[in-house]
């Protein structure tokens, strides 16, 4: 199972969530109470393992502010996480060794999920980062072969229960695992908690990602 740890504004939370088993960490560029800057991002990002995706998350910004950030913070690759279109991924895409693209649980635009060329598919609530959980039957919607990440008002409560319904191939976390009223922090009692009842309800290890500017082969995956 796949466990991306997003909202990280800070070296320690980042070395934190790594040292606890984190495949991915998440770095909001978006206006948000997390959001982060280029340089605090750029600085975390060189004391990361290799083999941890560092992935920035962008709401409607253009693709030339994405692929800039992402080259000259070290990212491994982006979350599109707005209205983005399948033009603007196609913009994105030769700039991240990971791509990865949010969508609403319910939208309708998941009928063309795989024009995106993305790696995975972020299902979340309607309102991103809003600790919201959606309805897990609305997953069904979600193309057969695609890798999903399942986020959305995650905890370690209830990611097991989350799992067992949607079976992604990942989950995705932020406020889910915060201090309490400083969504600034990560609260390492709950990461821990959280990683290990996500790996518990899915031991198997997630299948890796191919980590290039060649994108996930959809048809591939669903013959």
Not at 3 to 32: Q, R, W, Y
Not at 79 to 86: F, K, M, P, S, Y
Not at 177 to 192: A, G, Q
Request: charged residues 25%; proline residues 9%; contains cysteine.
């Amino acid at each position: 199972m796949f466990v991306k740890i997003c909202g990280i504004t800070n070296e320690e939370d980042a070395l934190m969530a790594v040292g606890l088993g984190a495949d991915a960490i998440g770095f909001v560029f978006a206006p948000s109470p997390r959001q982060v800057s280029l340089g605090t991002v750029r600085d975390i990002v060189k004391r990361l393992p290799p083999d941890v995706l560092a992935i920035g998350v962008f709401r409607d910004q253009s693709p030339a502010e994405v692929v800039d950030t992402v080259l000259e913070a070290g990212l491994s690759g982006a979350q599109l996480h707005g209205h983005e279109t399948a033009r603007d991924a196609a913009e994105v895409r030769p700039a991240c060794q990971v791509l990865f693209v949010a969508f609403p649980a319910g939208d309708p635009g998941l009928e063309h999920v795989a024009d995106y060329h993305a790696d995975a598919i972020l299902l979340d609530a309607p309102a991103p980062g809003s600790g919201h959980v959606f309805d897990w039957s609305l997953a069904e919607a979600v193309p057969i072969g695609a890798r999903v990440i399942l986020a959305g008002g995650l905890t370690p409560d209830n990611v097991a229960d989350g799992i067992a319904t949607v079976r992604p191939w990942g989950v995705d976390v932020s406020s889910g695992v915060e201090m309490r009223d400083d969504p600034t922090r990560k609260d390492p009692l709950k990461v821990h908690a959280f990683i290990r009842a996500a790996r518990e309800a899915a031991p198997a290890e997630a299948e890796p990602l191919p980590l290039g500017p060649e994108p996930f082969d959809w048809a591939e995956k669903g013959d």
